[in-house]
């Protein structure tokens, strides 16, 4: 077994019964040792949930699988005890989330939070010595001062700094950021940009990196994954994605951005809003907005199929 | 002539500490700005958190009081009106906010949200004008008819942004604020409201002042583009050269910053070290050197001021050229 990850066909859904909501349908994704992979959508497409469920941070319930198989390191996580997650969660998989200043406990100091990941994953390096080694590793100036800071005395992007060193406190095998730039300023995600490709360079660990902005996915990612609407519409090689985008949505996607070095043309806008979870369109759920749509479209639900070498799309009118 | 004319803003925030909340500081967030805007035009404002973007958009609708300086609008100064008089210039200038969820009342229907701009300025007339009024409106901005009878949380982000969008142009403005009015939005989203914008000033003649971190959706609207960091204005200029040829260290990095979907194009990024310093203590003369790639001794003393460094193209920088 290659692939560190290997998310297949998994669905997940929000209430019981009648009330059912199908947020993720049917993805399958896979993230070899080393591997760098971005997840690109939009909100509520299911990007964030998909990423959350590689630990099984999604409570059960309000949530149930009612399919796939999330294989990490050769084990279902999805059949696995409480006892076994807590040990994967930040051991094998670290996650380093949108909001810094929400994730960080506000009361204690930034040290000893960090320390309490290397109490739980590698005990015997539980000291300041490795914390600081740590903050050093994510550049945070003057680090020796800097672990008796409170969350509150750092800045935006310095608290971003201090997730990624408690992310890779335990050595994991797999770092999921979830919009790790986001909420940050423009000068700023790109200090955290360059951070996360020169530690990918160096400690060698894959990464899974959730954006909605596609502009950062040619710096730092091997593949793209797009989503729309709970399922995955195009996979393919990042910059083969980038330089020619197959699926009607994600050209649509890319037109729709104004370009820092474009003209003055009118964008492309894609027409309508992303249908709410539990009210998809039966066949293609890109239809209503898709601009090259046919009627097919509107019946059948078209497969995810490699229609050139290593390039997925879900679409009846791009064939192999 | 232009329609708005800004000279020497400044608005500084007192920050209180201790007994009897003495004034120990201020934030400077606005620090001596002076811009105009001319009929029909949209001057881009962009920098980072803190820089006094927002502040400033606020400043001149006087949602928040100026310390010094003026605001000429429509040959009137802003900055010293107040009751009546405030209104009856307010008329000509609205205002769209960034979150339209927050900013819609959420207990009223579209129509009551959109009719409420009439009612203020006395601009309704009998209940017929007023409804067919609101239902121009909405239907200018790409909304329905049915749309009116609805409430707030029963549209979409996009949605929501059109009715903040018609009720600002409710009162036939010649100038809109629009404080990051995309930045909460789907990227696919995004586009229909900056076209919508682009329209609408097409067809009214509209002003905007439009304010947005994002350089790439502020130099796709904007006639001009004007760069804050700190409370200063470092860069202002025609939005192509300010984009394409940047005068400014800080604008070079901002620019270069940006992400770009095209992986073949050739750009190196400059990475700022450090951030954004406390604009209660800003730094002596210039306030980027701690963070500026070709600071000298000078700019540790002298606050470099506006040049003109080709026509139409002002930077803040000794070393601009």
């Known amino acids: 077994m290659s692939n560190l990850l290997e998310i297949k066909n998994l669905q997940l859904e929000f209430g019981s019964g009648t009330n059912a909501v199908r947020v993720v349908d049917g993805v399958s994704l896979s993230i070899r040792a080393g591997e760098t992979v971005c997840l690109v959508g939009e909100s509520g497409c299911g990007k964030s949930v998909t990423a959350l469920s590689i630990a099984k941070l999604i409570p059960t319930p309000p949530a149930h699988y009612v399919g796939g198989e999330i294989f990490l390191n ?9 006892k076994s997650l807590r040990e994967i969660r930040g051991g094998v998989v670290s996650y380093v989330f949108q909001e810094p200043s ?68 335990s050595e994991p095998k797999l770092l999921v950021a979830d919009e790790p730039t986001t909420a940050l300023d423009v000068t700023i995600q790109a200090q955290i940009l360059e951070l996360l490709i020169d530690l990918k360079k160096r400690l060698g660990m894959s990464i899974l990196l959730i954006t909605h902005n596609l502009g950062i996915v040619g710096d730092i990612a091997d593949r793209v994954a797009v989503m729309y609407a709970g399922q995955i519409v195009e996979l393919s090689p990042a910059l083969d994605l980038l330089r020619r985008p197959l699926h009607p949505y994600t050209k649509a996607l890319m037109n729709s951005v104004p370009q820092i070095k474009g003209g003055p043309q009118r964008l492309q806008a894609i027409a309508g809003s992303v249908p709410p979870p539990g009210n998809y369109p039966p066949g293609c759920r890109f239809f209503p907005r898709c601009p090259t749509a046919q009627p097919q479209c509107e019946k059948t639900m078209p497969q995810l199929l490699e229609v050139e070498p290593n390039r997925w799309v879900r679409s009846l009118y791009v064939k192999p | 002539m232009s329609l708005l004319e800004v000279k020497n803003l400044k608005v500084h925030f007192p920050v209180k500490h201790g007994l009897f909340s003495r004034v120990k500081a201020s934030v400077k967030a606005v620090d001596d700005v002076s811009f105009s805007i001319g009929p029909g035009e949209t001057l881009g404002l962009v920098g980072e958190s803190g820089c006094g973007k927002t502040t400033l958009g606020r400043a001149i609708v006087k949602l928040v009081e100026p310390t010094s300086g003026s605001v000429v609008f429509a040959e009137r100064d802003i900055a010293k009106l107040s009751g009546r008089e405030l209104r009856g210039v307010r008329r000509g200038l609205q205002m769209i906010f960034q979150d339209p969820v927050g900013s819609l009342n959420p207990r009223m229907t579209v129509e009551e949200i959109v009719g409420e701009a009439l009612d203020i300025h006395k601009l309704a007339g009998d209940p017929a004008t007023r409804r067919n009024r609101i239902r121009e409106l909405l239907k200018s901005v790409g909304l329905n008819e049915t749309h009116a009878e609805r409430y707030p949380h029963e549209f979409s982000g996009g949605q929501r942004q059109r009715i903040g969008i018609a009720r600002a142009l409710a009162v036939e403005p010649e100038l809109i604020v629009c404080d990051e009015p995309v930045s909460a939005l789907d990227v696919s989203v995004q586009a229909q409201i900056i076209n919508l ?47 394409e040829e940047p005068k400014h260290p800080y604008t070079q990095a901002l620019i270069s910053a940006v992400p770009v979907v095209d992986p073949d194009s050739k750009r190196q990024r400059i990475v700022l070290p450090g951030d954004v310093p406390s604009p209660i203590n800003p730094p002596s003369g210039c306030p980027f050197h701690p963070r500026c790639p070709i600071a000298q001794d000078i700019c540790k003393v002298d606050l470099p001021p506006l040049r003109e460094i080709t026509p139409g193209h002002y930077a803040a920088c000794h070393f601009a050229k």
């Open chain 1, 74 to 82: 050769g084990v279902d996580v999805l059949q696995m005890s409480k």
């Open chain 1, 102 to 169: 929400a994730s960080l406990n506000p009361v204690f100091r930034v040290g000893r939070q960090i320390k309490e990941s290397l109490k739980l994953h590698r005990p015997t390096f539980a000291t300041d010595a490795e914390v600081i080694r740590l903050l050093k590793l994510v550049g945070i100036p003057a680090p020796e001062s800097r672990i008796n800071d409170y969350p509150f005395q750092m800045s935006g992007g310095m608290q971003q700094r201090i997730m990624i060193a408690m992310a890779l406190a």
């Open chain 2, 197 to 243: 914008l682009q329209d609408l000033q097409q067809e009214r003649g509209l002003a905007y002042l439009f304010v947005a971190h994002d350089l790439a959706v502020v130099k796709h609207i904007s006639h001009r583009v004007m760069v804050m960091y700190l409370g200063k204005v470092v860069e202002i200029g025609p939005a192509k050269a300010v984009v």
